[in-house]
Nanobody
């Protein structure tokens, strides 16, 4: 059974940084040739949105316009973990951040981070104070 476990959320002042982690259990990145994984977020009263995603065997990476230049997604294959490095945080980044993934699927670039994937973590809360 695939499990995604997020950590790293917290309270930070505007302009600060956080690193979110998503530990993947039940499967390793080496188990599948094709997969997509990344981060969505849902702010209070707003719809869930894709923040940043990547896919296997590709340089294609998605970033929402609102986080470009401030957030970076990365993968540690040895630890089976995906990270979201967030800097220059703004109050509008306040949200519950969810790790999500699909395995054994080749995702077209134009759909990366733009559809609901099969596996989701329970989320980690990021609060940015002004």
């Amino acid at each position: 059974e695939v499990q995604l476990v997020e950590s790293g959320g917290g309270l930070v002042q505007a302009g600060g940084s956080l690193r979110l982690s998503c530990a993947v259990a039940g499967v390793t990145f080496d188990d599948y040739h094709d997969y997509a994984i990344g981060w969505f977020r849902q702010a209070p009263g707003k719809e869930r949105e894709g923040v940043s995603c990547l896919k296997s065997h590709s340089d294609s990476t998605y970033y929402a316009d609102s986080v470009k230049g401030r957030f970076t997604i990365s993968t540690d294959y040895a630890k089976n973990t995906v990270y979201l490095h967030m800097s220059s945080l703004k109050p509008e980044d306040t949200a519950v951040y969810y790790c999500t993934a699909d395995f054994n699927i080749l995702v077209p670039d134009n759909l990366l981070c733009r559809y609901n994937m099969d596996y989701w973590g329970k989320g980690t809360t990021v609060t940015v104070s002004s």
